[in-house]
């Protein structure tokens, strides 16, 4: 309680902010999850394990799928924690995980073998779903305009199969190192190509597209960060102000006006940021949609509430603001996703387009 009293405080600007639009009880729930561990999270690289056959619970001792989790499950039973910790499905994808207790940190899991040659991957579950909103398809050519470190870059290559032709993009040369070798040790380098630059500077005739368009892109913007803020990590919420809110608002309508441009028509844009502000989310999309009429919101491709007992999981997912400050957006906006911070998810929010043929 004194943790979270004192996130309040230390966050008194961003919660007074975020005031506009969350009650009471939301920002209590937000500054107890800024204060929280999040259990760490994996997902299995379906381009090294075939995990078409089998499901949970691990069945089929044999299965590629069940060595790597079962790797797992001993290495969770040899940090000797009482109880043990397990390994528990995740609710929107049957090849992500999540390990039962905070306390186990991705360095206890780290010198896996399966980690090491790329069959699994740490990666936030909110982290994985704007690739699998995208909805690439084998043989598409897809951008990812902000990518690095990589990890969406890598999950639009599986739903690819692999198959296709991939460009990323990353501004920042030591973060656009880091992408080329997260890249080249999942040997994906056939396929993808890495420019370093500004996202804002693509055009059709950039060397780095050479005059062909884009079947999907994704947008995963530089943004404010509000939903990855931890108390414990300064470097998380010091830069915040409603300056830097307004900032990253302006970078993104830069980064959406440069993608509209490189799509093909029929061509879908995902839109996602780690970021709880209407300002980055909601309203950046409608001045984009007004300024680009041959936009339209379609549905994510992820199918995410299948019956009612999936649903009784996403108590922390909503759908996309229709309105603000008395400002109503399309509809369609509903057709987005927030994603509420907690112990098992970051901030999100994910939102797809398509131009008109
Ligand atoms: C949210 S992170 C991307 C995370 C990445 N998609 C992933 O899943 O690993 C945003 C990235 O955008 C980069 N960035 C910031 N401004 C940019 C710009 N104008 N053009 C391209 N990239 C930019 C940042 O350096 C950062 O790596």
């Given at each position: 309680?004194?943790?979270?009293?004192?996130?309040?405080?230390?966050?008194?600007?961003?919660?007074?902010?975020?005031?506009?639009?969350?009650?009471?009880?939301?920002?209590?729930?937000?500054?107890?999850?800024?204060?929280?561990?999040?259990?760490?999270?994996?997902?299995?690289?379906?381009?090294?394990?075939?995990?078409?056959?089998?499901?949970?619970?691990?069945?089929?001792?044999?299965?590629?799928?069940?060595?790597?989790?079962?790797?797992?499950?001993?290495?969770?039973?040899?940090?000797?924690?009482?109880?043990?910790?397990?390994?528990?499905?995740?609710p929107f994808s049957?090849?992500?995980?999540?390990?039962?207790?905070?306390?186990?940190?991705?360095?206890?899991?780290?010198?896996?073998?399966?980690?090491?040659?790329?069959?699994?991957?740490?990666?936030?579950?909110?982290?994985?779903l704007?690739?699998l909103c995208?909805?690439?398809?084998?043989?598409?050519?897809?951008?990812?305009?902000?990518?690095?470190?990589?990890?969406?870059?890598?999950?639009?290559?599986?739903?690819?199969?692999?198959?296709?032709?991939?460009?990323?993009?990353?501004?920042?040369?030591?973060?656009?190192?880091?992408?080329?070798?997260?890249?080249?040790?999942?040997?994906?380098?056939?396929?993808?190509?890495?420019?370093?630059?500004?996202?804002?500077?693509?055009?059709?005739?950039?060397?780095?597209?050479?005059?062909?368009?884009?079947?999907?892109?994704?947008?995963?913007?530089?943004?404010?960060?509000?939903?990855?803020?931890?108390?414990?990590?300064?470097?998380?919420?010091?830069?915040?102000?409603?300056?830097?809110?307004?900032?990253?608002?302006?970078?993104?309508?830069?980064?959406?006006?440069?993608?509209?441009?490189?799509?093909?028509?029929?061509?879908?844009?995902?839109?996602?940021?780690?970021?709880?502000?209407?300002?980055?989310?909601?309203?950046?999309?409608?001045?984009?949609?007004?300024?680009?009429?041959?936009?339209?919101?379609?549905n994510l491709a992820l199918p995410l509430v299948s019956d009612?007992?999936v649903a009784?999981r996403y108590?922390?997912f909503?759908a996309?603001?229709?309105?603000?400050?008395?400002?109503?957006?399309?509809?369609?906006?509903?057709?987005?996703l927030?994603v509420?911070?907690?112990?098992?998810?970051?901030?999100?929010?994910v939102?797809?387009?398509?131009?008109?043929?």
């Amino acid at each position: 309680m004194a943790a979270v009293a004192r996130a309040r405080r230390t966050l008194e600007p961003l919660f007074s902010h975020l005031a506009s639009f969350l009650g009471p009880t939301d920002l209590h729930a937000l500054a107890h999850a800024y204060t929280t561990p999040r259990n760490t999270t994996f997902r299995l690289n379906t381009l090294k394990v075939d995990t078409a056959t089998t499901r949970w619970p691990v069945g089929d001792k044999t299965s590629p799928r069940s060595e790597v989790l079962q790797s797992v499950e001993a290495a969770l039973m040899a940090t000797s924690r009482k109880p043990t910790p397990r390994v528990l499905p995740c609710p929107f994808s049957r090849n992500a995980f999540m390990v039962s207790h905070p306390s186990i940190a991705v360095k206890h899991l780290a010198g896996l073998p399966a980690h090491k040659d790329g069959r699994l991957h740490f990666q936030s579950w909110s982290s994985m779903l704007a690739p699998l909103c995208v909805g690439a398809q084998p043989g598409w050519r897809v951008l990812d305009m902000c990518a690095a470190p990589g990890g969406k870059t890598l999950m639009l290559c599986e739903a690819m199969r692999g198959v296709g032709s991939v460009v990323v993009n990353e501004i920042d040369a030591a973060r656009a190192a880091r992408l080329k070798r997260n890249i080249d040790t999942a040997g994906l380098s056939d396929i993808v190509r890495v420019n370093v630059g500004d996202g804002r500077k693509l055009a059709p005739n950039h060397p780095a597209v050479g005059g062909e368009l884009f079947d999907a892109i994704l947008l995963d913007a530089p943004c404010g960060g509000e939903g990855i803020i931890a108390m414990s990590e300064p470097a998380s919420y010091k830069h915040w102000s409603l300056a830097w809110v307004q900032k990253h608002a302006r970078l993104q309508a830069g980064l959406l006006a440069a993608a509209h441009a490189l799509l093909k028509p029929g061509g879908v844009l995902t839109y996602s940021t780690c970021t709880l502000s209407v300002e980055e989310n909601e309203l950046v999309v409608d001045g984009f949609l007004e300024r680009f009429p041959d936009m339209s919101i379609v549905n994510l491709a992820l199918p995410l509430v299948s019956d009612q007992e999936v649903a009784e999981r996403y108590a922390n997912f909503t759908a996309g603001f229709t309105h603000h400050h008395g400002q109503g957006f399309p509809q369609e906006m509903a057709k987005a996703l927030r994603v509420f911070p907690n112990e098992h998810y970051e901030g999100f929010f994910v939102i797809r387009m398509q131009k008109r043929e």
